[in-house]
């Protein structure tokens, strides 16, 4: 797993727009724009370049992670024990699944080398309400490293609900982990670790489960 996250953590840090088109689909056009936007911040703030956690923190929140469905992306990582979850246990698993990717975006900003990311261009149906947008990390020196998000329209708009990295899936990758955790100690047992790996592992003040 540890392999997957390395390689994750850069993904959307380093994309670049490659030819703006007219007609370019709105999903297509939300990962352009979100990376643009994202860069052209990183690029101007001195403080998030040396490293500021709390700024860096503050534009993931921002910018990044609204456009993820966590619900959706914890339900799946959670797989077939999320039926027996308790509203409050799915509230809080969803809560501290949102927190490790803040702190996984966290470090992503802060190792930040310039890297290159080609979007491709995507082809979809009028009515469609399920995509993949398909894009390559460009590094130089290596071979293009292929990830794949998967998007889904909501009501509030296009929201990633998952990716791929080389073709293993980021929640399938999660739901391994997460159903020994549960099978070893409970689901409480999962939420427990999620919070204590997140809390150890962050200098930033994360938004807590809620206790019983």
């Not at 390395?6 to 352009?32: F, N």
């Amino acid at each position: 797993m540890k392999k997957i996250i390395a390689s994750w953590v850069g993904v959307l840090l380093a994309c670049v727009s490659l030819g703006v088109r007219a007609d370019i689909p709105e999903p297509e056009a939300l990962i352009r724009n979100t990376v643009d936007e994202v860069l052209s911040v990183v690029k101007q703030d001195k403080d998030i370049q040396t490293g500021n956690k709390k700024k860096v923190t503050e534009l993931v929140d921002a910018k990044v992670l609204p456009h993820f469905n966590f619900t959706h992306m914890t339900r799946l990582a959670v797989g077939k024990n999320w039926r027996n979850a308790t509203p409050e246990q799915k509230k809080n698993l969803e809560i501290e699944f949102r927190n490790l990717l803040v702190r996984t975006y966290t470090t992503a900003f802060t190792t930040y080398k310039d890297q290159g990311v080609e979007v491709k261009p995507l082809k979809m149906a009028n009515d469609a309400t399920d995509v993949t947008v398909k894009t390559s990390i460009l590094n130089k020196g290596k071979p293009p490293l292929p990830v794949n998000y998967d998007m889904e329209k909501t009501a509030n708009g296009w929201k990633v609900y998952d990716l791929s990295i080389e073709g293993v899936s980021l929640v399938t990758n999660y739901r391994g982990t997460f159903a020994e955790e549960i099978q070893k100690s409970g689901i409480d047992g999962l939420i427990k670790t999620l919070v204590d790996n997140n809390q150890a592992k962050t200098g930033t003040i994360l938004p807590k489960a809620a206790s019983k």
